[in-house]
């Protein structure tokens, strides 16, 4: 077993606890400010997502990673010339979407002249499915550095 795919696999968990991390605080932020209702003249809450700047669809990443194999003898396999990329950092951004909800609520001492109040337009039920499906993930990802852990830690014994 190669040491660098071990390694690898660590690091691609970690970065995956990281990236989920930050997922989970914008959604219990989102969920925290849903109920939020703006001042007139006050800019109201949006929700926030994290999205990679990056995104690749999985069909043409895999195109990008098949690697042509060359026969320098007709009973070998030459080691491929594949070089790992180092710099592949995942950079996420925040994205803030400009939804607002308008409701109609005349006696709130913040309603406008027509009586309504500004508020984020965030469905918190939606928000409770995310942070359940984040925190699996989340889940998944520390199970996966434990296996690799312990795999490393058999191969040592060897």
Do not use: C, W
């Not at 795919?5 to 691609?12: A, K, M, P, R, T």
């Not at 999205?51 to 060359?70: A, E, G, H, T, Y």
């Not at 070089?83 to 950092?89: L, W």
Request: hydrophobic share 30%; glycine share 2%; charged share 30%.
């Amino acid at each position: 077993m190669e040491l660098k795919g071990i390694l690898s696999s660590i690091q691609n968990s970690v970065r995956g606890m990281k990236s989920q991390t930050q997922r989970l605080e914008l959604v219990s932020n989102n969920i925290a400010n849903a109920d939020q209702v703006a001042k007139p003249g006050e800019k109201v809450y949006q929700k926030k997502r994290l999205v990679s700047k990056n995104f690749q669809p999985f069909q043409s990443k895999m195109r990008d990673s098949i690697l042509s194999v060359k026969k320098s003898h007709h009973k070998h396999i030459e080691k491929s010339q594949h070089s790992e990329n180092k710099s592949q950092v995942q950079n996420y951004e925040i994205i803030e979407e400009e939804k607002i909800q308008m409701v109609y609520d005349p006696a709130h001492p913040y309603a406008d002249e027509n009586g309504y109040i500004r508020k984020p337009d965030i469905n918190v039920v939606e928000e409770m499915v995310d942070l359940m499906s984040l925190s699996r993930t989340y889940e998944a990802n520390v199970q996966t550095f434990k296996s690799t852990k312990n795999l490393a830690k058999k191969a040592l014994e060897i």
